[in-house]
């Protein structure tokens, strides 16, 4: 029961840095309490993409006539889209498992704690057997936040986990947080039919992404009946109705179903942490640029760290852990963490916002162009608006990008790699993009 290494929680960060570190030679052991693939894979990034894409193709049929095609009887049937769902859940949890076996990962699906720290290493026990390992990656991921709203509790309200899994459509939905995940479910009800309101407490949706991107896709969604109510504070929950305040005003916001969406937080309870001395800062892990803990020898990885609760940035920081433990050189770099909002229009970014570059006093420039611009774009989005700002210093060096429009998620890469390359336009501009593809509007938006 001896390994070099031992991971706690088989979300994104789990799993990659387990065939990671089995990559390069160690004894991996994984521990997961419930599936293989953790929030992302079971009740987050996949299963939401999955409903909105159905969403989607229903939106598109049903403006068909836009691009001279009629379907006369499209129609959403919610139980055969939860039927895919769930199949695709199974094909990629089976494709992580067959993964990390190809790589000889041990895996224990059993709840796992830190029991103590010896010579060589730590204790862990997990179910009924005792584990040591010489050093720890927890990977325990988040869990969303429940307000302490004065009647919530009486209520059976939803998170996420339950909105994934609804057998029938609400006649009407609030939903409590404007933030990314509330806004998809916000795509995907809106696009169903469903009434949505959204209470939010901020003066914007989508808090620290770009105020531009927040203001475009409120107003989309508010050309679809969507009812927003920001800068509004939600004081009860009362017989179907969200009492909340609004300016020194009170607000009565009646609802089928209510949607908590205000935020999640990193899983730590039950990991025995206090018994090796792990530093925890407002309720999530405190780790360095190699993703090791106050306690040499353990990492944390992903959700659980707090610094940015995203799948892909949870990978690439078990990379980075692995690298360490293995005496690589490399360090975790936080400059170009990619943001997308999967909504209809989706929403990309990258980088520094213009409210960052003002609040720190950075002279910045503004290349903005509108989708429009390209061919690709204009063929697959009839009537279809949008646009790509990158933001660059007095020296032309890009310091963000974001981007407005179906298929942004896909074409901010080349934006990614130029953030955090610090590359300039005119290093951008020099870049081949292929023609005609959507692509091409960052090349026209650094010629800009």
Not at 234 to 252: M, P
Request: aromatic share 4%; net charge negative; proline share 4%.
């Amino acid at each position: 029961m001896n390994y070099d290494l031992a991971i706690i929680g088989a979300g994104p960060g789990g799993t990659d840095a387990a065939e990671h570190a089995a990559a390069h030679g160690l004894k991996v052991i994984l521990f997961e309490k419930n599936k293989l693939g953790g929030v992302c894979l079971n009740e987050g990034c996949i299963p939401t993409k999955t409903l909105l894409r159905s969403a989607h193709l229903l939106s598109e049929a049903l403006e068909g006539k836009k691009y001279g095609v009629t379907i006369p009887e499209a129609s959403f049937e919610l139980s055969k889209v939860m039927s895919r769902k769930t199949k695709i859940l199974k094909k990629l949890g089976a494709g992580i498992r067959l993964g990390l076996q190809n790589h000889g990962v041990e895996i224990v699906t059993e709840e796992a704690r830190l029991t103590g720290k010896t010579a060589d290493g730590f204790t862990i026990a997990a179910g009924e057997s005792s584990y040591s390992a010489r050093r720890v990656i927890i990977a325990t991921g988040s869990k969303a936040f429940i307000p302490p709203i004065d009647g919530l509790s009486d209520v059976p309200y939803w998170t996420a986990r339950e909105a994934l899994e609804v057998e029938e459509l609400p006649k009407s939905i609030v939903v409590l947080g404007g933030g990314v995940i509330g806004m998809e479910f916000v795509s995907l009800f809106s696009t169903l039919g469903v009434d949505v309101t959204v209470v939010e407490m901020l003066p914007k949706i989508l808090g620290p992404m770009d105020e531009e991107l927040s203001t475009e896709l409120q107003q989309a969604f508010e050309k679809r009946k969507v009812k927003f109510h920001l800068s509004t504070k939600v004081t009860a929950v009362r017989d179907g109705r969200v009492i909340a305040e609004h300016e020194g005003e009170q607000l009565e916001i009646p609802f089928d179903k209510l949607l908590v969406s205000v935020g999640r937080r990193a899983v730590t309870d039950g990991l025995g942490l206090e018994t090796v001395g792990v530093e925890l800062q407002r309720g999530a892990i405190v780790v360095d640029e190699h993703l090791e803990t106050s306690v040499p020898g353990i990492y944390a990885v992903g959700d659980v760290n707090g610094v940015s609760m995203l799948a892909h940035t949870a990978a690439r920081e078990g990379q980075v852990a692995v690298h360490h433990i293995t005496d690589y050189p490399d360090a975790m770099s936080y400059r170009a963490i990619p943001g997308i909002v999967y909504t209809d229009p989706e929403i990309a970014s990258v980088g520094q916002t213009e409210q960052e570059l003002r609040t720190v006093g950075v002279d910045y420039r503004v290349h903005r162009v509108p989708m429009s611009l390209s061919g690709r774009f204009v063929i697959e989005n009839e009537q279809g608006n949008g646009f790509c700002k990158l933001l660059t210093d007095s020296e032309g060096v890009i310091l963000g990008a974001h981007m407005l429009g179906n298929g942004s998620s896909e074409i901010l890469v080349p934006a990614i790699m130029a953030v955090e390359q610090r590359m300039t336009l005119t290093e951008l501009a020099r870049i081949v993009f292929p023609h005609p593809t959507v692509s091409e509007i960052v090349r026209v938006a650094a010629l800009s």
